[in-house]
């Protein structure tokens, strides 16, 4: 991405798959700062700037969220729904990254504009190689749809469009 640091924001209540997620993505490089809160009203908070997340500075807007179904407080798929109703969100892409294949599940997610939907693996090298794929296409190959370093803001406009 042209040397734009990429910030990931995590959304997984296992502090265990958190971990795993958090060093896959480290040890591949493939994203500079990674963001992990633990449930689903945290997340919002996060992505609207709100309470202990209102510098962006330091809590910047995600170029991908990572989020798991099975939250609490805020379920993931009305994470999902929050995030592709709002006009500043909406173009974040959102992976659901969880351990459910119900088929319920799947067609939720995406009647809901997930961008993608993958089941964790239970074998450990089978979810290092899905994380550092899933990194390196997201966060890699994957354009967005804003132009290098004019990363939208809270509005959803880029820099250029007030």
């Not at 924001?9 to 490089?29: C, F, Y």
């Not at 939250?71 to 459910?100: C, M, N, R, W």
Request: glycine fraction near 6%.
């Amino acid at each position: 991405m042209n040397g734009e640091q990429i910030h990931v924001l995590l959304v997984e209540d296992n502090e265990a798959h958190a971990e795993l997620v958090l060093r896959s993505l480290r040890e591949h490089r493939v994203a500079n700062r990674i963001f992990h809160v633990s449930d689903g009203a945290e997340a919002l908070d996060y992505l609207h700037n709100r309470g202990a997340y209102a510098d962006r500075q330091a809590h910047p807007r995600p170029h991908m969220v990572l989020l798991d179904l099975r939250l609490p407080k805020v379920s993931g798929l009305e994470v999902l729904e929050q995030i592709k109703s709002d006009a500043g969100l909406s173009t974040i892409p959102v992976v659901i990254l969880t351990t459910s294949q119900a088929e319920v599940d799947v067609a939720s997610a995406y009647r809901c504009r997930a961008n993608s939907y993958l089941v964790k693996p239970m074998d450990y090298e089978k979810f290092i190689q899905l994380m550092e794929e899933l990194g390196y296409f997201w966060l890699g190959w994957n354009q967005f749809p804003w132009p290098p370093g004019a990363h939208p803001g809270p509005s959803g406009r880029l820099p250029h469009q007030g």
